[in-house]
T-cell receptor, first 114, second 108 residues
Framework: DAGVIQSPRHEVTEMGQEVTLRCKPI?????LFWYRQTMMRGLELLIY????????DSGMPEDRFSAKMPNASFSTLKIQPSEPRDSAVYFC????????????FGPGTRLTVT | GQSLEQPSEVTAVEGAIVQINCTYQ??????LSWYQQHDGGAPTFLSY????GLEETGRFSSFLSRSDSYGYLLLQELQMKDSASYFC?????????FGSGTKLNVKP
C-alpha cells in the first residue's frame, strides 16, 4: 500500500512567487495534517483536517498561507506571496479518524525561497 | 498552549540502554506518542501510551505517568541505526503538539 505522497519533493522559488505543495493521504485515512519543520522552530503543526474539514488552523503563520482539502484523497498548501523565512521542510501526514496519535508522514517538500 | 520538554541531545554506545525523557505541561490530552526521525527523513511513529505504565515493542519501550506529567522512551541494545532524533507528542481531539526532539548519537 502506498504511503503518504507529497509533491514536489524540492522547490526553489523567488520571493514573491506563489508556491503550491500537494499531498495525497493514505487511502482510508480521514485525518490530514500539514507541518513545517525548521532548525529554529522544530516541527510545527500548521493545519489539521478531519473528513476534509479544517479542525484547527491556528498554526497557520499568516494570511499568506492557505490550505484546502477538496476531497478525501488530495490536499494543497499554498503560500502567496512566498518569503525567504518560509524556507523549511513541509510535511503532510495522515491518520485514521480518532487515531491522530499514530500519524504517517510523507517524505516532505523542501522549500527554498530566495 | 502546550509545552513539552526533552533533552536536546544524548550520546550512548552501541549495545547500551538509553532513556529519553519527556515532560509536559498540558491538560486534556489523550496520550503520549513517540516518533523517530533520521536525518533527511520524515518522522515515523514508534509507540503510543494511552494509559499509565510501560508499553514494550521489541527493543523499544515507552512509559507514561499522567500524575507526574512525565514519560520516557527506553531504547535497549542500541544499534548504530538508532542514531536519529526522537520526538514526544501529545494531542487531544483537535490539537497535536510535538516536543523539540532529542538527537541520539550512538557511538561504536
Amino acid at each position: 500500500d502506498a504511503g503518504v505522497i507529497q509533491s514536489p519533493r524540492h522547490e526553489v522559488t523567488e520571493m514573491g512567487q506563489e508556491v503550491t505543495l500537494r499531498c495525497k493521504p493514505i487511502s482510508g485515512h480521514n485525518s490530514l495534517f500539514w507541518y513545517r519543520q525548521t532548525m529554529m522552530r522544530g516541527l510545527e503543526l500548521l493545519i489539521y483536517f478531519n473528513n476534509n474539514v479544517p479542525i484547527d488552523d491556528s498554526g497557520m503563520p499568516e494570511d499568506r498561507f492557505s490550505a484546502k482539502m477538496p476531497n478525501a484523497s488530495f490536499s494543497t498548501l499554498k503560500i502567496q506571496p512566498s518569503e525567504p523565512r518560509d524556507s523549511a521542510v513541509y510535511f503532510c501526514a495522515s491518520s485514521l479518524l480518532g487515531q491522530t496519535y499514530e500519524q504517517y508522514f510523507g517524505p516532505g517538500t523542501r522549500l527554498t525561497v530566495t | 498552549g502546550q509545552s513539552l520538554e526533552q533533552p536536546s541531545e544524548v550520546t550512548a554506545v552501541e549495545g547500551a540502554i538509553v532513556q529519553i525523557n519527556c515532560t509536559y505541561q498540558t491538560s486534556g490530552f489523550y496520550g503520549l506518542s513517540w516518533y523517530q526521525q533520521h536525518d533527511g527523513g520524515a518522522p515515523t511513529f514508534l509507540s503510543y501510551n494511552a494509559l499509565d505504565g510501560l508499553e514494550e515493542t521489541g527493543r523499544f519501550s515507552s512509559f507514561l505517568s499522567r500524575s507526574d506529567s512525565y514519560g520516557y522512551l527506553l531504547l535497549q541494545e542500541l544499534q548504530m541505526k538508532d542514531s536519529a532524533s526522537y520526538f514526544c507528542a501529545v494531542g487531544n481531539f483537535n490539537k497535536f503538539y510535538f516536543g523539540s526532539g532529542t538527537k541520539l548519537n550512538v557511538k561504536p
